[in-house]
């Protein structure tokens, strides 16, 4: 699944290790979802979104292949 | 408060949550090594210095560190784990049921034929490993059980 989450965390200036802390997760899990090696449950995506106060459609996009 | 204050607060927060999650989680394994450790010393020294106390102390101290482990583990009041320390954990234990179900496929009726049949007999450490997978998903079974209820 592709995602823009280092592009939002940019924008928002915040460090990997930050928003992991916001959203309650470890900071490799944030890295792992950034590099595509891992999709966050839903509840997850919400917080995430709900942190930059953005759908999760904006973060998160399925792909072509439905991946 | 200006709105900037109020995110670095919020991260603040939000950090030292995460910090408190990594005290429990060394808590955890720390009482574990303790355990492991300990015991391993003194089964050491039982071996060197004889008395049954030192090997008797040394499953106590095991025993103790895992329960410990194990309490902290299950009963702190923050997650130890997260959703992906969970996926990994889960596709750990599914790669290792898919071995031993390998094993079991392939060991378990040959074991038994060739033994019958007299052709090949298998040590007996084969035969309890083989007991032991079966009990293995014996169990597997019955949480597999309890799962689906929890999803039905």
């Not at chain 2, 299950?74 to 898919?98: H, K, M």
């Amino acid at each position: 699944m592709n995602n823009r989450l280092p592009e939002f965390r940019e924008r928002h200036d915040l460090t990997q290790g930050e928003l992991a802390a916001v959203v309650g997760v470890s900071r490799q899990t944030i890295n792992a979802i950034e590099r595509d090696r891992y999709d966050p449950s839903l509840e997850l995506a919400f917080d995430l979104a709900d942190c930059f106060d953005c759908a999760i459609e904006d973060l998160f996009d399925p792909g072509a292949d439905g991946d | 408060m200006s709105s900037t204050q109020s995110t670095t607060d919020g991260i603040e927060d939000a950090e030292a949550a995460l910090d408190r999650r990594k005290r429990y989680k060394r808590l955890v394994y720390g009482a574990m090594a303790v355990g492991i450790v300990g015991y391993l010393v003194l089964l050491g020294a039982w071996n060197v210095y004889g008395g049954d106390m030192l090997a008797v102390a040394g499953v106590a101290v095991y025993w103790l560190g895992l329960v410990v482990g194990m309490g902290v583990y299950y009963r702190s009041p923050v997650a130890i784990d997260d959703e992906r320390d969970e996926r990994i954990a889960s596709e750990a234990a599914g790669l290792t049921l898919t071995v031993a179900a390998g094993v079991l496929i392939l060991g378990g009726p040959g074991m038994v034929t060739l033994s019958q049949t007299g052709v090949y007999e298998a040590p007996p450490e084969f035969a309890g490993a083989m007991w032991g997978y079966a009990a293995l998903f014996g169990v597997f079974a019955v949480a597999m059980g309890y799962a689906e209820r929890k999803f039905a």
